[in-house]
C-alpha cells in the first residue's frame, strides 16, 4: 500500500495553467505506475493520464493531449501533472492513483486512491 496526497488544485481563468502534485509514501514508489483520474460534477470519473514506473513512457487522455503534461521524481516519491491552456471543461476533482500493474486506464485497475484536489476553471 501506498498513500497519496494531491495538491495544487484552485480556481483558474481559461487560458491559465496549473501544476498538481502528489506525494506517496513508502520506500517503494518507483514500483507504481500512477495516474492522474478526473471526476466532474454529475459525471463519470475519467482517465486522464499516466506513467510508467520509470517515467519513459506516458500516456494521455485525447481530451488533454498536447495541453498536460504527466511527470515523475522517483527519488522525491512525487507526481506531477503540469496542466496549460486549461478549459471551463477541465472543471473537476483530480485524483492520484497509483498500482504495479502495468499502465491501465480504467479505475477500477488502480488500488491506491489520494483524496482529490479541485481544480476550477472559469470562463
Known amino acids: 500500500q501506498v498513500q497519496l496526497v494531491e495538491s495544487g488544485g484552485g480556481l483558474v481563468q481559461a487560458g491559465d495553467s496549473l501544476r498538481l502534485s502528489c506525494a506517496a509514501s513508502?520506500?517503494?514508489?518507483?514500483?507504481?505506475?500512477m495516474a492522474w483520474f478526473r471526476q466532474a460534477p454529475g459525471r463519470e470519473r475519467e482517465f486522464a493520464a499516466a506513467?510508467?514506473?520509470?517515467?519513459?513512457?506516458?500516456y494521455y487522455a485525447d481530451s488533454v493531449k498536447g495541453r498536460f503534461t504527466i511527470s515523475r521524481d522517483n527519488a522525491k516519491g512525487t507526481v506531477h501533472l503540469q496542466m496549460n491552456n486549461l478549459k471551463p471543461e477541465d472543471t473537476a476533482v483530480y485524483y492520484c492513483?497509483?498500482?504495479?500493474?502495468?499502465?491501465?486506464?480504467?479505475?477500477?485497475?488502480?488500488?491506491?486512491w489520494g483524496q482529490g484536489t479541485q481544480v476550477t476553471v472559469s470562463s
Open positions: 506513467i510508467s514506473w520509470t517515467g519513459g513512457s506516458t
Open positions: 492513483a497509483a498500482d504495479r500493474q502495468p499502465p491501465q486506464f480504467e479505475g477500477d485497475d488502480y488500488e491506491n
Open positions: 513508502g520506500p517503494t514508489f518507483s514500483s507504481y505506475v
